[in-house]
Every structure is written in structure tokens, then in C-alpha cells.
């Protein structure tokens, strides 16, 4: 059998659309604090100066930042972010009233007085897989510090996404956000040397060297008839102590892993393709239609020709203007 080079973290990035995009930076100085309305979509903020805290309002302990810290979280917590215990405001009010790419704020703001804070942030938008698939995948919380291991990369990238969140040089915003993008890869990336923080699920399977020749097996050929055996073989296992332990990581045996990651395939053909039904069943491992059919409505809740014609009338409805 030879070994594979799939990338499943690559793969599954592709499969959920993820995309950075950059809000804009800020400057704080003297006394401040915000407060951050939950909005329910994978945020990222990054200390590039000075030092503050994050406190979340579900009674999580207080988070402190120093230069180089980057935090991702799910957005679906209201929290605040300060320097001080002071009357609190609205971070959306706050940095709606500059027009500029540094919003700046603070009891000294206007003259710039006391102690200088910057950073940045933004959020990943993902489609409706990378909904159930990457935000189930993380912590509610992560924090990357600047003494690990990936700080100098995370140092060259903070200070790169900050000049382009700042500049008015042509094509400064689409920079920043693929910046933003390789921030965010760096940060998986370092999510997986700390597996045992992650929730049960694809990313923490992926982190598992044991399993990993197995799962890229599975990415690289997910159309061939794998048996337990062979998986299990690949990740120099027996059967039971390899079943045991993708589950214990993955959440689930190792074949529904592969049926799971058939079905999230098929979602994306059956949306941005106009492959048969029938090429389509074959390329995932079906032997017939019906088999196909029967294994996506039972992952997916409704039959294939069901899921293409709801996403076809979704791209064509008309935008509100």
C-alpha cells in the first residue's frame, strides 16, 4: 500500500470555504474598556502593542494579552476587552466614529496620552459545512502566545497585517485579509501541537500522529472500499486497539469518519457541480444511485436531487437591494 500525501487539513479548509477578512486596527490609550456583542461567526484578534485583557461574560476566567498574543474564539459570547476597570462602551459605536483604517479610543485618545495599546482583528466566514465542521472543531476560546514556539512567525505576520490594515496602497485590503488567512493556518497549526485542548473531532484526529496515516489514506481515496483492517494496518494498529482509539479521538468509528467526509464531498459537488447523480455515486465508493442516495439522506436529512435543487434556487433567488 503505498503512503499517502493528502493533506486533510488542507482539504477540509477548502471544503468549508474559509476565508479572513480584516476589520481594521485600533489604538487605545490611557483608561478603556469595550464591550464586544456576541455575533456568532469565528473571530481572531492579535496584541501588536502594549498589554490588555478579555473578559467573557459567561464567567470564563480573564484572558491577559501582551505583544504578540492572538486569540481565536466562536464570536458567540458577548465579552469585553480593556486596560481598566472604567464605565464600559460599545465597541461598535466606538469604532464607528472614525472612517479611517485605526479607529483610536481611551480616556487619553485625543491627545494621545498614556499607555499605548494597538492590535487588530477580523473574523473567518465559512459556508454552511464549515459551520458544523470548523467551529465543532475548536475551543470556545484559544489563545496563541507570543513565547510559543510559532512566535516569530506570528511576529512577522502581526506586523505584515498591520502595515496592510493601515496603508492606502492599492490592493491593501486584499493583503491584509490573506495575511489574515495565513495567520489563521499558523494558528491551527499550532492548535494541533496542543491536541489535548481540542474538542473531540476532525481537527483533534488530524493532530493524532497514530491515526494520521490512516485519515490521509482516507482524504487521498475516499472513493475506495476501505476495510478496518487496512486502515488499521496503515496506522500500525490491531483492528480493535485502532477502532478504539479514532473513536476516542474523532468522535466516531473510523468508516462513519469515512462516510461523513464522502457526504461533505458530495454537498460541494451537488452544490457548485453539475455532475450526474450516478458519476457522482461512483467516484465516492457507491456502487448504485440508490445506495448514494440512501447514505446522503442519512447524513444530510433529504435525498441528493433534493439538496442540489435547494442549493441551486439559494444562488439564483435575487438579492434585496
Not at 477578512?21 to 490609550?29: I, L, P, T
Not at 502594549?50 to 465579552?79: A, H, N, S, Y
Not at 512566535?151 to 485590503?173: K, N, Y
Not at 476516542?248 to 467526509?261: H, I, K, R
Request: glycine residues 8%; contains cysteine; proline residues 5%.
Amino acid at each position: 500500500m503505498r503512503e499517502s500525501t493528502a493533506d486533510p487539513l488542507a482539504q477540509t479548509l477548502a471544503l468549508t470555504e474559509a476565508r479572513c477578512h480584516v476589520s481594521r486596527g485600533f489604538e487605545a490609550y490611557g483608561d478603556w474598556a469595550l464591550r464586544y456583542p456576541a455575533s456568532r461567526r469565528l473571530k481572531f484578534s492579535a496584541m501588536v502593542e502594549g498589554t490588555c485583557w478579555l473578559d467573557f461574560e459567561d464567567g470564563r476566567p480573564r484572558i491577559g494579552l501582551e505583544r504578540g498574543d492572538v486569540v481565536l474564539f466562536d464570536g458567540r459570547r458577548t465579552f469585553l476587552k480593556g486596560n481598566a476597570d472604567v464605565p464600559v462602551e460599545d465597541a461598535v459605536e466606538a469604532f464607528g466614529a472614525y472612517d479611517g483604517p485605526i479607529a483610536r479610543f481611551g480616556s487619553g485618545a485625543a491627545d494621545r496620552s498614556g499607555t499605548k495599546v494597538m492590535g487588530v482583528g477580523g473574523h473567518v466566514s465559512v459556508n454552511r459545512t464549515g459551520e458544523e465542521l470548523l467551529m465543532r472543531a475548536l475551543p470556545p476560546v484559544m489563545v496563541l502566545r507570543a513565547s510559543d514556539e510559532q512566535a516569530p512567525v506570528f511576529r512577522w505576520l502581526l506586523d505584515r497585517l498591520l502595515h496592510e490594515a493601515t496603508t492606502t496602497q492599492p490592493g491593501a485590503s486584499l493583503a491584509a485579509d490573506n495575511v489574515a488567512h495565513l495567520l489563521f493556518v499558523e494558528t491551527l497549526r499550532a492548535c494541533l501541537t496542543e491536541a489535548e485542548s481540542l474538542p473531540v473531532g476532525w481537527l483533534r484526529a488530524i493532530a493524532d500522529e497514530r491515526i494520521a496515516p490512516s485519515l490521509r489514506l482516507m482524504h487521498d481515496q475516499p472513493g475506495r472500499a476501505w476495510q478496518l483492517e487496512e486502515l488499521a494496518q496503515a496506522s500500525a494498529m490491531s483492528r480493535t486497539t485502532f477502532a478504539e482509539r479514532f473513536r476516542s479521538v474523532a468522535g466516531v468509528p473510523p468508516l462513519t469518519y469515512l462516510t461523513n467526509w464522502r457526504m461533505r464531498l458530495a454537498e460541494r459537488a451537488l452544490r457548485d457541480e453539475d455532475t450526474p447523480l450516478s458519476t457522482l455515486a461512483r467516484s465516492l465508493g457507491y456502487t448504485s444511485d440508490s445506495a448514494f442516495s440512501n447514505a446522503f439522506k442519512r447524513v444530510n436529512g433529504m435525498a441528493p436531487k433534493r439538496y442540489r435543487d435547494a442549493a441551486t434556487s439559494r444562488t439564483s433567488a435575487p438579492r434585496a437591494s
